[in-house]
């Protein structure tokens, strides 16, 4: 355990660390760990081989404490320099009797504790007995008094919170903002949206093809227009047409040259 309580400082301060994992190193007594992490929260042994917990450090700031799946039969007093302790688990250890369990009762804020797996819940009335030995407690076995499931995924969350001033006011105001920033960025897209269709259609490009046909139509008709007013209307040509081709103009022509000749 001691090699491992060193792995996982990584080069920090003992008062530094907040949570600690110690989880499978194998140990049967604490070992490594000392008074000098006053500032952890969070320690978990879960199946260390631990069968005894003399010599546990004093640790005022520990809120949540892992210690399943180990050999624990007695001895929970040596826990008693963890006053702020709100959370522990100690299922599938040896606990046999509510004897062992009375050291307990000097944990104020104890609101969940985990015995499943363990001999003394075969005791009958066993949940009554207990809640009733520890008043503090919400949750036994993740259950409360009315048999209810624990609302929270560890039951540790409300005293975790309260340790590290979280409400639920906060929360909600933050959701707020969070929504009124939505409804601004949604807003601020239908405006853009609205404009770039405005601009748009007010593209010569959105109607090319008909802002051309008026034009030529237009011009077309100005130039008819002119034409016939100056009878020259038939003599325009189209389609690549040629005006030699009139047969009236090729008749007068012909009858000029005759009387010029006459004359002569």
């Not at 320099?81 to 369990?101: M, P, V």
């Not at 590290?164 to 933050?174: A, I, L, Q």
């Amino acid at each position: 355990m001691e090699k491992r309580v060193v792995l996982e400082l990584r080069g920090r301060n003992p008062s530094q660390v907040k949570e600690l994992n110690l989880d499978n190193c194998r140990s049967t007594n604490i070992v490594g760990l000392t008074d000098e992490y006053t500032n952890l929260e969070i320690l978990s042994l879960n199946n260390v081989g631990l069968t005894s917990l003399k010599g546990f450090p004093t640790l005022p700031n520990l809120l949540k404490l892992e210690l399943s799946d180990n050999r624990i039969s007695n001895g929970l007093n040596f826990l008693n320099g963890c006053k702020k302790l709100t959370y522990l688990n100690l299922s599938g250890n040896k606990i046999r009797d509510l004897e062992a369990l009375k050291p307990l009762e000097e944990f104020e804020k104890l609101k969940n504790l985990d015995l499943f797996n363990n001999e003394v819940t075969r005791i009958e009335d066993y949940k009554s007995k207990v809640f009733a030995l520890h008043p503090s407690l919400k949750y036994l076995d993740g259950f409360d008094k009315e048999d209810r499931e624990a609302e929270d995924s560890d039951g540790f969350s409300d005293g975790y919170e309260e340790m590290n001033g979280n409400n639920d006011s906060e929360d909600d105001e933050s959701d707020d903002d969070v929504e009124e920033e939505e409804d601004d960025d949604l807003s601020l897209c239908e405006v853009y949206n609205e404009n770039l269709e405005e601009e748009s259609s007010a593209s010569p490009l959105y109607e090319a093809e008909g802002y051309l046909d008026e034009e030529y139509d237009l011009d077309y008709e100005e130039g008819d227009e002119e034409n016939d007013a100056n009878g020259e209307h038939n003599s325009k040509p189209r389609d690549g047409g040629n005006t030699n081709d009139n047969p009236q103009e090729s008749t007068r022509g012909k009858k000029r040259k005759h009387e010029d000749d006459d004359e002569n």
